[in-house]
């Protein structure tokens, strides 16, 4: 952090030394290009390349970076008025501060529409747990109808069962008495029938004593007839 605060002070003394020479010259001594993060200075007569990057706070270190990137070859031919392009390095620092947080800004974007949509999706399955919550509810609200309607069912069963039963029993014994009654009369009527057969037995029997009987009287009357006749006659 101090070598950038250090770098942004030569970078800033830099333009003010070149602000300085600038005030008793023609023209500007340099111009920015590429907005800000690219300094184009035209040399005078008396610049040597390692003066003009040491006046932009370019460090010796990258003195042969900085003459590279200007296609310099040969540090001691360097004419006057040959354009200088020198990275403006706090610019440059500030454009790659504000490439991270862009960069930042649009994973924090990112993010925050991820997070919108689980927050979403939380939010569905929420509102889904609850209606799945009440949907079960409901059910159990419909299983506990049903629960004590099914008791009643039950008692209802259990009386239709007995008084089923008890019909059953009523008509066993109906059937039962009825068979009684059958057996009865058929009983009555076999008692009937033999007592029938016993008055015809005995009226016959009665009939042919009867008739025997009559017989008897004709063959009597045929034989005591004529007598009695005669004894009538005679007296």
């Known amino acids: 952090m101090r070598d950038r605060i250090g770098l942004a002070f030569i970078v800033a003394a830099a333009t003010l030394a070149l602000i300085a020479r600038a005030t008793g010259s023609e023209g500007p001594l340099f111009t920015a290009e590429d907005g800000g993060r690219t300094f184009v200075y035209h040399s005078r007569p ?3 390349p390692s003066g003009v990057a040491t006046m932009f706070g370019i460090p010796p270190n990258d003195l042969p970076a900085f003459l590279a ?4 070859s040969d540090p001691t031919r360097v004419a006057s008025g040959f354009v200088y392009h020198i ?3 706090a610019a440059r620092e500030l454009s790659d ?3 991270a947080l862009e960069r930042d800004n649009a994973r924090l974007t990112r993010a925050l529409s991820e997070a919108a949509e689980r927050s979403e999706a939380l939010t569905k399955e929420t509102r889904q747990a ?3 919550a009440a ?7 419909r299983l506990a109808n049903a629960e004590r309607w099914w008791l009643t069912a039950q008692v209802l ?3 239709l069962v007995l008084a089923l039963g008890a019909t059953v029993a009523l008509a066993v014994a109906a059937v039962r008495r009825q068979r009684q009654a059958e057996r009865f009369a058929r009983t ?3 008692e009937l029938e033999e007592k029938r057969k016993v008055a015809l037995a005995e009226r016959q029997e009665s009939g042919r004593r009867i008739l025997e009987l009559e017989t008897k009287q004709k063959e009597l009357e045929s034989k005591l007839g004529p007598r009695v006749v005669v004894s009538g006659r005679s007296g």
Do not use: Q, Y
């Open 188 to 190: 009555l009527a076999h």
């Open 135 to 141: 949907a079960a509810e409901a059910r159990a609200t």
């Open 97 to 99: 501060r504000v490439g």
């Open 46 to 48: 008396g610049d040597r």
């Open 130 to 132: 609850r209606e799945s």
């Open 157 to 159: 069963i259990v009386l």
């Open 87 to 89: 990275p403006n390095a």
């Open 69 to 72: 990137a200007n296609g310099i």
